[in-house]
């Protein structure tokens, strides 16, 4: 089991160009995860998907753009990059929580650095 | 609304010496989970324990120990005999049942020098 996977690890980018970060986990999670990690703020949630062909927004969604097309993986688009949109992204995953059940461990990726320039 | 705090931006120890890492959290939930996870240099995060409400007993396992107390709405983490290996940005983080997401606390950086 590889886990949660992170495509690519670091990457720079100008402003206006745009990137997709590609996450797969092989964990058969239903739940997966994108947050942004900077400075002194912990991790954010960007947005989050509870199954295949869904998404929602979480905290700071506001730049970026997500796909579920298969249940192993979730994409996060910057269509147009900004110098605040450098940062650390990690890409976690879940097993779906059912009903009266725990609340299930989130499992991490190894991150992706990017800087905007 | 549910916030997580960690007061310590950084602490630093040496080797051996034991180390309590403060989370306080909020919350108007009655239920909910509480998370640690560990971020070495490498960067990668490694989840270490999770608490559900309802559970208020602490927990050993090896070199750590966690210290849950609703009362106070801490779940405070401690090394004891902390090791160089130790160093690392530990984060708290606040579940919600009903939304499942995770609220995370803006990390504790501890350093071990040997």
């Known amino acids: 089991n590889a886990g949660v996977t992170q495509t690519p690890k670091f990457r720079v980018l100008k402003t206006g160009q745009s990137m997709t970060l590609l996450c797969a986990q092989d964990m058969n999670h239903e739940y997966m995860y994108w947050y942004r990690q900077d400075p002194g703020m912990g991790l954010r949630l960007i947005h989050y998907s509870v199954g295949e062909g869904t998404t929602a927004k979480g905290e700071v969604p506001d730049g970026y753009n997500v796909s579920r097309l298969k249940k192993q993986n979730f994409l996060l688009g910057l269509e147009s990059a900004a110098p605040s949109q450098t940062s650390v992204y990690f890409c976690?995953?879940?097993?779906?929580?059912?009903?009266?059940?725990?609340?299930?461990?989130?499992?991490f990726g190894p991150g992706t650095r990017l800087l905007v320039l | 609304a549910q916030k997580v705090t960690q007061a310590q931006t950084e602490i630093s120890v040496v080797e051996k010496e034991d180390v309590t890492l403060d989370c306080v959290y909020e919350?108007?939930?009655?239920?909910?989970?509480l998370f640690w996870y560990k971020q070495p240099p490498s960067g990668e995060l490694v989840f270490l324990i999770r608490r559900n409400s309802f559970d208020e007993q602490n927990e050993i396992s090896g070199r750590y120990s966690w210290n849950f107390q609703k009362s106070t709405s801490s779940f405070n983490f401690t090394i004891t005999a902390s090791q160089v290996v130790d160093s690392a940005v530990y984060f708290c983080?606040?579940?919600?049942?009903?939304?499942?997401?995770?609220?995370f606390g803006t990390g504790t950086r501890l350093q071990v020098f040997p």
């Open positions: 976690a995953s879940s097993y779906r929580r059912t009903s009266g059940s725990v609340q299930e461990t989130q499992y």
């Open positions: 983080a606040l579940s919600e049942v009903r939304t499942d997401k995770l609220i």
């Open positions: 919350t108007r939930d009655t239920t909910y989970y």
